[in-house]
Every structure is written in C-alpha cells, then in structure tokens.
C-alpha cells in the first residue's frame, strides 16, 4: 500500500505478553504447602481465600487484599470461573499456590474490567479455611483427668476457660486476658450451638480444641469487627468448675419429702392466696436451708416469677389453692389442647 514500500525490510519491536495453547489446562504451583494437612478441600466445601490477580507479565487486576477481606466461594460448583474452580480442589487450610489459568477457562476472548481479552491469569492464593455444609463440630481430647466420672450434660452450670481463634491461628478472645471464667448452663442457647455441643460429656479439669463450622458458629455474617463471616472456629477449653442441674423442664426440685400442706406453708397470712412476694420468701429459705434446690446459673428473681406465672393460671397476681399444683401432679392430669 501507501505505507509500506514493495521490497522494503521490516523491523517489529515485539514485547511477548502472554501466549497460551487453547487444549491447555490450568498450571498449579504450590508455593507453600502447611506440614499438617489433616484434610484437602473437595467439590462442595466451602473456601474463605485471599488472592493477589495478575496478568503474565505481572499487571496487577484485582485483589482481595485491598479489600480487607477475604474471597469466599463453593468449589467445584461453578460460582467462581472454570479454572479457578479446579485451582482451589485438593488445597490444605493455610495453603499458598499459584494458580495460572488460559482464557478458555478464564474470562475469555472478551475479557472483564481491567482483564483484556484472551488474557492468561495469575492467582496467588491463601487459603484461610474451609468447610462442608454438612461438617458437625469436631472435638480433640488434650487431656482427661484420671477421675473423669461426672461428665456435663444440658442443664449443668459451668464455669471455664478458653481461647478463640481462627484455623490461621488468629487470636480472637481469650478468657485468660480477661482474668476470669465463662459462665454458661449448658444447652440454654447462651453460647452458640458449636460450643454447646463442645461442651457436652466433659469432666472438671479436661481440656479439649472444639473446632465449629459457621453454620454452627456464627454463620455468613459473623460478628462485626470481632469474627469474620463463615468462619470457622477453634476453641482450646479447660473447664474448671461443673454444678449439676436440674433435670429438664425442671427450675427447682426438692430434696427430701414434699410437706402434704405445702400451700398452707406457703400462705403465711392464712387468707386463702399467696403473692409473688409470699412464694418468693418461702422458695429462698428452702433453698437457703438445704430443702429444696433451684436451677444454677440463673436469676434467682427470673426463676421465681417464671415459677408464680406458672401457677397463676388466671393471671389475677394471685394463686389459690385450686390453681396450686406440683409438677408431678400436673403430668398427671390430662388436658385437652385446640
């Protein structure tokens, strides 16, 4: 044409920005694998993973690290792009590999934002965790004591140490630095349902990990500026102190034989009603006496208004000796429910 002479030699200044074959897969190199790899990530699991995206000659596109937070996918489901989702199969927790991906398992001849068509990519990944939908909460026996006979169960007070951090490592709470216990009764929902179910069949002076999925911990949200969403958990407990409940559906029990006037007991003004304030009395100089037993770990004035409302079936304020009824003597009785 115009611009180019017949004859003429040419010379082409060439910088080489990537090549690829279109029946090339996906090249993995593991850059640091964590010696302990008790288990490698599976179609279906759940990934939380930092990642730092380039093109081959080095052309940053995206990172997770500028901003502050992890990626977080199903693998092998098709959420993230092919190759990617085949780069993050077979991966321990803690992991860091370098996953180069061609186009056709990539964005593309048309590319995305900041990624040119039929580039090849580069992700360097770390892998922080990763979990199954169905995982229970997995449970590690440190150290048992040789008289381990009373063992928690639901209803028990109990009183505890423990540290709280994530599968890297990171420290998020620890009763140690705060210089007392936690303090929970087992099984009431004051702790997530993980540690209700790390905390079950554990004797005085055991220390255990309790590791906790998110979907038994504090799932997707996780808690703001303290636990990151999906994340799982590792708990290292030692518990110090158990106080035996009350059997279930029970806040107080006796502990000998129940007086056969036990309203009249009750009623010290003999006007046929007891108040709040006449069975509040009475409840505490059981308890204080050694008679009677209430649930531990609760309020004392929660128990006893919960008790009142119980029996005040008409809810006047007052209870009768028609209203008043043990609770062995109202399993007993039939009723007919809508």
């Not at 179910?197 to 504090?218: A, K, N």
Request: proline share 4%; charged share 25%.
């Amino acid at each position: 044409g115009k611009e180019i002479p017949g004859q003429a030699s040419l010379v082409f200044d060439v910088a080489l920005l990537d090549l690829h074959n279109p029946k090339d897969g996906i090249t993995i190199e593991n850059q640091q694998v964590p010696e302990s790899c008790e288990r490698i990530s599976q179609t279906g699991d759940f990934l939380r993973y930092h990642y730092n995206g380039t093109l081959l000659d080095g052309t940053l596109f995206d990172s997770s690290y500028s901003r502050n937070r992890t990626y977080d996918t199903y693998v092998g489901k098709g959420y993230v792009i092919a190759g990617m989702d085949e780069g993050l199969l077979g991966v321990c927790t803690g992991e860091k590999r370098r996953i180069i991906i061609p186009p056709h398992l990539g964005y593309g001849e048309e590319g995305r934002g900041k990624i040119p068509g039929s580039a090849v990519l580069v992700f360097d990944i770390h892998v922080v965790d990763f979990h199954n939908p169905s995982d229970s909460v997995s449970i590690t026996v440190n150290y048992k004591p040789s008289n381990c006979t009373v063992l928690s169960k639901k209803g028990d007070y109990l009183k505890y140490h423990y540290n709280a951090s994530l599968l890297d490592g990171t420290l998020l709470d620890s009763t140690h630095s705060l210089g007392k216990t936690y303090n929970i009764v087992l099984g009431s929902g004051q702790v997530v349902v993980g540690m209700d179910m790390g905390l079950q069949d554990m004797c005085v002076g055991e220390r255990r990990t309790v590791v906790i999925p998110p979907h038994l911990g504090y799932g997707e949200d996780g808690v703001e500026g303290e636990v990151p969403g999906s994340a799982v958990l590792v708990f290292d407990i030692e518990l110090l102190e158990l106080v035996s409940g009350l059997p279930e559906g029970y806040m107080f029990v006796w502990n000998g034989e129940v007086s056969p006037n036990l309203f009249e007991e009750i009623d010290k003004n003999r006007d046929g009603e007891v108040l709040l304030e006449e069975f509040s009395e009475y409840i505490r100089v059981q308890v204080d006496s050694g008679k009677g037993k209430l649930a531990p770990g609760f309020d004392f004035e929660k128990i006893i208004k919960n008790m009142f409302t119980n029996q005040d079936r008409d809810g006047n304020g007052k209870v009768t000796a028609e209203e008043f009824k043990l609770k062995d003597q109202e399993a007993k009785e039939e009723h007919d429910e809508l």
